[in-house]
C-alpha cells in the first residue's frame, strides 16, 4: 500500500512561519512529481506549489497567491517533499494536502496518491 503521510500543520499567527512534511511510503517504483494542495472551507481544493523529481524536465511550480512567501523542496532519497510557508496570512488558512504522481510497484503506470491533509490555521 502506497501512504503519502502529512505532518507540520497547525495554528500560527499572522507574520508568522510553519513547514510542512510529506513522506511517500510503501510500494513506490518511482516519484515523478509532489506537490502540495490545500483546500479552504467553501473553496474547492488548489494547487499551492509541485515539484518534479530530477530528470522530469518541469520547474518548481507556485500558486501566485504563495510566490515569494511558500518554497517547495524535495529529498528524493526519502521520497519527502516540504512547504516552507512564511510570512502567513489569514487567507493561507486551509487544510493541506500533499500529493504524488508515482508509478507503484504493482503496476506500470503512474497513479495520483494523496495525504490526509494536516490543517493550517493562521489566526490572531
Known amino acids: 500500500q502506497v501512504q503519502l503521510v502529512e505532518s507540520g500543520g497547525g495554528l500560527v499567527q499572522p507574520g508568522g512561519s510553519l513547514r510542512l512534511s510529506c513522506l511517500a511510503s510503501?510500494?513506490?517504483?518511482?516519484?515523478?512529481?509532489m506537490g502540495w494542495y490545500r483546500q479552504a472551507p467553501g473553496k474547492q481544493r488548489e494547487l499551492v506549489a509541485t515539484?518534479?523529481?530530477?530528470?522530469?524536465?518541469?520547474?518548481?511550480k507556485y500558486a501566485d497567491s504563495v510566490k515569494g512567501r511558500f518554497t517547495i523542496s524535495r529529498d528524493n532519497a526519502k521520497n519527502t517533499v516540504y512547504l516552507q510557508m512564511n510570512s502567513l496570512k489569514p487567507e493561507d488558512t486551509a487544510v493541506y494536502y500533499c500529493?504524488?504522481?508515482?508509478?507503484?510497484?504493482?503496476?506500470?503506470?503512474?497513479?495520483?496518491?494523496w495525504g490526509q491533509g494536516t490543517q493550517v490555521t493562521v489566526s490572531s
Open positions: 510503501g510500494s513506490i517504483f518511482n516519484i515523478y512529481a
Open positions: 500529493n504524488a504522481l508515482l508509478v507503484p510497484r504493482y503496476a506500470d503506470y503512474a497513479v495520483d496518491y
Open positions: 515539484i518534479p523529481s530530477g530528470g522530469s524536465g518541469g520547474s518548481t
